[in-house]
């Protein structure tokens, strides 16, 4: 974990290697991501200002980290950005990594999942979901 200025952490876990992970010949720090489902999610809060909602929130998406077929994820806050392009109005992001689409599917329907959304819907105003493929 790395501390930021703002005193929240940015959270980034990886569980295992895949074949699907793999170097890029750019430079060693840089890591390609072949035939891989990315799953990222926006979370605006009800309640902007409530550091205890958003740690609410940030621990549920810790507890929902556990589930097997999420092989990488991220929970992030906006970056102190400033560009008009930029739209950093979001609480929290929560990036997942998946091998394929039917882990995703089966992510979708996980009971952590559910219990996530049964636990901590109450604390959102607003969720933004972006699935990707690789081009």
């Known amino acids: 974990m790395l501390p930021r200025k703002s005193g929240w952490v940015f959270r980034i876990g990886c569980k295992r ?38 740690q609410k929130l940030v621990d549920g998406l810790e507890a929902l980290a556990s589930v097997e077929e999420i092989k990488m994820y991220h929970i992030g806050v906006p970056a102190p950005t400033d560009r008009e392009v930029i739209d950093n109005t979001y609480a929290v992001s929560w990036l997942n990594i998946f091998e394929t689409s039917e882990d995703h599917d089966t992510y979708q329907v996980h009971p952590k999942h559910l219990k996530f959304i049964s636990d901590c819907s109450s604390l959102w105003s607003k969720v933004k979901v972006y699935d990707s493929l690789q081009h």
């Open 17 to 54: 290697p895949a074949d699907n992970f793999v170097p890029s010949p750019l430079n060693q720090f840089t890591m390609e991501l072949k035939n891989t489902f990315i799953h990222h999610v926006y979370f605006w809060l009800k309640n902007p200002e409530s550091k205890e909602d958003l």
